[in-house]
Structures are given as C-alpha cells and as structure tokens.
C-alpha cells in the first residue's frame, strides 16, 4: 500500500520540496483555538451569533461540550445546526413521515429515513432511488450557480447510494410574476437546472412552476433526482472498521460556499444586509460526470466500504454524518485535506461548500487498488485518517486537536425550534390566495395573454 505520504494528486505530480502539496497555510501563520485553549479560557467571546447561533443554542453547545467550543468547533455545529443542514423548524413536521407510515406503505421500502437517499423495490432485482432538497435561499442570493449547486448535491446524493442516476425533476415556486425581482431570479434558476443537470447528461422528466406573492424573496427551488441499481448494489454510509482510512476526493477545497449553510439557509434578506453572493457555491458538472463514473467503479470493485457526498457544511458535515452513522467514532489531519485557496483557516476549511467533493472509508488492503482508479479518471485525493474505537471525532490541525466531540450527542442532533411565519404586506396568510390560485405553468402562453413573459421561455 502507498500511503506513506498522507496527500497526494492521482496525476503524482512532482513539486518543489518547499511547497505544501496540500496547499494549507502552515499552523504558525494562524493563532489556532485548540481543545486544551478553550478548556484554560472558558470567557473568551465567540461570533456565534454571527454564525447564525441563537443564544440558546450557543449555550446547549457549551453544556454538551463541558467547556466553550473552540472557533473550529463553533464553525462545525453553526453549519451542522444550520437550517439548512437539521431541518430544525421543521422536523416537528418531517417526522409525521415516520409516525404515520403503515405496513402497505412500506412493502417495497429498502432503505428509508436517514441515508442519503431512500430506496424502493421495483422487482426482477432492480431498485430505484431517489432523494428531492430545496435550494432556496442559494437561488435567491445567486440564482444560476444556486440552482445548479442544488442539482450536483442531490445527483452526489444517489452516487453516494451505489445507483447510477437517470434523470431530475424541479417543482419550483417564485414571487408575484409581475415583481420586477421574479425576472431577476426565474431565468438564473431555469438556466441552472438545465445547465448543470445537461451537462451530466440527465434528462428533467417533469417539474411544475407557481408563482405567488408569498414566495416574494423566499423561492423555493426544489431539485429531485432519480437512480436505478440492483439490490445487491444498495450501499450505505458509514464510518466502520476500525483502523479503516478516510479519505477525501474530487475536488479541492475553496472559498465557495463558506458560512453558506447557516447564513443563506438561516437568514432573511433585504436591501440593508451586505452582499451573501460569496456564500453561495459554484458547481462544475463535468468534474461531477467525472465523479459519477469514478464512484460507481468504486463500487463495483467493492474498494471502499461507504461514500458520503460532500454538500452543505462540507467536511463538518460528511465526517460528523460518516461517524455518528458508524460505531466507533474517527480522527482526521485537516491539514492533509487539498486546497485551492492556502489562506482558508481551519474553521473556514470545515465549512466550505466547495462543491464535487466525496468521502470515502477504505480498507487499508484497497487503499493502493483506490488509488488506482482515482488515476485512471484523473480525480485528486488526499488520506485524512482512520476509524477509530473512541466513539469520538476527533480533528487536528497540524498535530493539535481542535475538534474533540463525542457521540452523544453528535453535532449531527440538533435541537428543535418553532417557525414564525409572517405573511406578506397586504396578505392575511402565508398560504397561496384560494380566491385567485396562483398561476402555473412550464411555458408560456401565446403573447397577448395576462401570462406572457418572454424571459419565462
């Protein structure tokens, strides 16, 4: 096995000694906020509420912990408590899913909640996956890369299932359709979910447009997608084994998406907020199609023993999900992960939504035939560490620990909050108007009627 060198390029390109392959900073040029710092300064201020932290929740993290978070922790359960990552207001709902499933309902059922994607049987052997998010606040601040980002992560979500996917679907909702804003939002969207699902390839079977002036400022733009596999293709994603390695590969880690979980997700928007259009992720679909045929031979071959897709909340959230879904727990060197920008600070590194990224377990016997085929498609890799038996996620930074979190509970658990509604100026609800249902369509109508837009073509 060649993994003596914890980082490395599948192309095994040769640079200068003096240059970090990895591209991080070293840990002298940052003023690291390790455990055994957080345990000896328990006053120090954090920006939790920055980081879209209500001060309750701030002080449920320090009560889990047993002493303030360090920055990077604060960064991991601000993105992993985040809206958009634990559904939080609305989980009271969601769990009605589970609660009011019956027997019939779930006859074919072979994978439900809580994997990346649930599965169903069709029969003859074959199974179908599938797996609709919402990509809302992204697609308001951004409308083409928040639309587009939102296709790639749920595509990564049936790659990480063993299925091969086959096609997306888009129920959207916008604003009043005369709103001078609608025009700015609807064509970026469209663009994006066409953009990027073309480019892999995938056809969009179906979708529906409403438009109502309760989705002003607040679309909802949600991306379905479609896989097929054989039952015996299901896989789930887990860290298990230990002694098992992880690994991280696709692409390298940026700037993009920084915060974008807990800010775009958490917040409202108006004209006196500065500009969140750097939180916002950008996709690039053809390192994904690359992504997509990498990860199935992986899985053919039986080389890694679980996949998780790297979206929102980005490493926080793929090594808290690997490790709570396992039985031990996992140690990761964040300075091993491959960066674009060698200024990120840890924190920043944990948060980062750069997008076409996957995670992976591998056993050390196929960590050489992995490395193998990540060369063979041309994706860059990196060995961030093992499985461990401590029931713990344990990350550091150059050999000092800056996350130490336990299993119970992870940061996967987020506690539940009420939604507050407020119904736009001049309306009594939130609900579209029953008087005058909105209007729907996915073309436009001949010119001359009360719908005809040409930047809805």
Not at 135 to 140: A, D, K, L, Q, T
Not at 336 to 353: H, K, N
Request: glycine share 10%.
């Amino acid at each position: 096995m060649s993994t003596e060198s914890t980082t490395r390029t599948a192309q095994d390109q040769s640079q200068d000694p003096s240059n970090d392959q990895s591209g991080h900073t070293p840990a002298s040029a940052f003023n690291i906020d390790t455990v055994e710092h957080a345990a000896a300064t328990p006053e120090t201020e954090l920006p939790w509420a920055e980081l879209g932290l209500k001060e309750d929740e701030y002080s449920r993290i320090r009560e889990i912990l047993g002493r303030r978070p360090t920055a990077a922790e604060l960064a991991m359960y601000s993105v992993m408590w985040s809206e958009h990552c634990s559904y939080k207001s609305s989980k009271v709902h969601l769990r009605q899913f589970g609660d009011k499933v019956t027997e019939e309902m779930t006859k074919d059922l072979m994978v439900g909640i809580g994997e990346n994607a649930g599965v169903t049987n069709l029969g003859d052997g074959w199974a179908v996956t599938f797996k609709i998010e919402s990509h809302n606040h992204p697609s308001y601040v951004e409308p083409y890369q928040g639309a587009a980002t939102g296709i790639g992560g749920i595509v990564r979500d049936i790659i990480s299932m063993g299925a091969r996917p086959v096609a997306v679907m888009d129920p959207l909702r916008f604003g009043d359709i005369d709103h001078p804003d609608t025009k700015r939002v609807l064509p970026g969207v469209v663009s994006g979910i066409g953009g990027y699902g073309n480019s892999l390839g995938l056809p969009n079977i179906g979708g529906e447009v409403v438009f109502d002036s309760v989705y002003q400022q607040n679309p909802l733009v949600n991306a379905l997608a479609v896989g097929v596999m054989r039952h015996e293709d299901i896989r789930l994603a887990n860290a298990s084994g230990v002694g098992n390695k992880v690994v991280l590969f696709g692409a390298r880690t940026g700037g993009d998406g920084i915060g974008g979980a807990s800010v775009l997700a958490s917040e409202s928007f108006d004209d006196t907020k500065p500009s969140k259009r750097p939180a916002v992720q950008v996709g690039d679909p053809f390192s994904e199609k690359v992504l997509i045929e990498c990860c199935l031979e992986l899985f053919h071959a039986e080389l890694v023993e679980g996949i998780q897709d790297l979206g929102a909340a980005g490493i926080s959230c793929a090594t808290s999900e690997l490790a709570s879904n396992g039985e031990g727990g996992m140690h990761v060197e964040l300075t091993d992960v491959l960066l674009r920008d060698p200024s990120l600070t840890p924190g920043e590194i944990l948060m980062s939504e750069s997008q076409e990224r996957m995670m992976a377990v591998v056993t050390p016997a196929n960590a050489e035939a992995f490395e193998k085929v990540m060369a063979k498609w041309g994706v860059e890799y990196s060995w961030l560490g093992e499985v461990t038996d401590t029931g713990r996620l344990i990350i550091e930074w150059d050999g000092e620990t800056i996350v130490d979190v336990t299993r119970a509970p992870w940061p996967t658990t987020a506690p539940s909050t009420s939604a507050r509604t407020t119904a736009p100026p001049g309306r009594t609800s939130c609900r579209p108007t029953p008087s005058a249902p909105p209007r729907r369509g996915r073309t436009c109508p001949p010119p001359g009627s009360s719908c005809a837009r040409p930047w809805l073509s």
